[in-house]
């Protein structure tokens, strides 16, 4: 069932998808209808299953799902995964890769291969202070408090040396 982001408790379990574009404005409202009717249908047969969403930047698709009185299984998550898959086939974007880095720049947002980001780590193009966007992390409460930090409080940090 949706709810609202804000109902959903700080120990669910959080995805985080960042595209490899921003999503055009005449595709966000769309996108977000998308992502709102998959939501409302993940495992609507369980009632006291409860799963939101954010999308975020215009980049960034967030799910979430309340798994501690409802357990996810490997199915649902496939489930969610498809869906992932199918809104990179419809709007030609990435939303898969890992081993991309997304981070501030100015008020921009960048999406940059790991490579590159290394790249502009040595150049000094980005510092320690540049905020980047933690998209490994799996809970709500890790979202809310670390998912935007500065490079040198987060996993990318072993790059600064």
């Known amino acids: 069932m949706f709810v609202e982001f804000s109902s959903?408790?700080?120990?669910?379990?959080v995805w985080i998808y960042p595209s490899s574009r921003k999503f055009y404005p005449n595709e966000?409202?769309?996108?977000?209808k998308k992502v709102k009717d998959f939501v409302?249908?993940?495992?609507s047969e369980d009632?006291?299953?409860k799963a939101s969403f954010k999308i975020?930047?215009?980049r960034f698709?967030?799910?979430?799902?309340?798994?501690?009185?409802?357990?996810?299984?490997?199915a649902d998550i496939d489930a969610s995964v498809s869906f992932i898959l199918e809104l990179q086939q419809i709007y030609n974007v990435e939303l898969l890769d890992k081993m991309n880095v997304c981070f501030k720049q100015g008020e921009y947002v960048q999406y940059?291969?790991?490579?590159?980001?290394k790249k502009l780590l040595k150049n000094k193009a980005v510092t320690a202070k540049t905020i980047v966007f933690d998209n490994l992390i799996t809970t709500k409460s890790d979202f809310d408090n670390y998912?935007?930090?500065?490079?040198?409080?987060?996993?990318?940090?072993r790059f600064l040396k």
Do not use: G
């Open 8 to 13: 959903i408790p700080e120990d669910a379990k």
């Open 28 to 32: 966000i409202e769309e996108v977000n």
């Open 40 to 43: 409302a249908e993940w495992k």
């Open 47 to 49: 009632e006291d299953f």
């Open 56 to 58: 975020l930047y215009n």
């Open 61 to 74: 698709i967030v799910l979430a799902a309340d798994d501690i009185s409802t357990k996810l299984l490997i």
């Open 112 to 117: 940059k291969d790991l490579k590159d980001f």
């Open 147 to 157: 998912w935007e930090v500065p490079i040198e409080d987060s996993w990318y940090s």
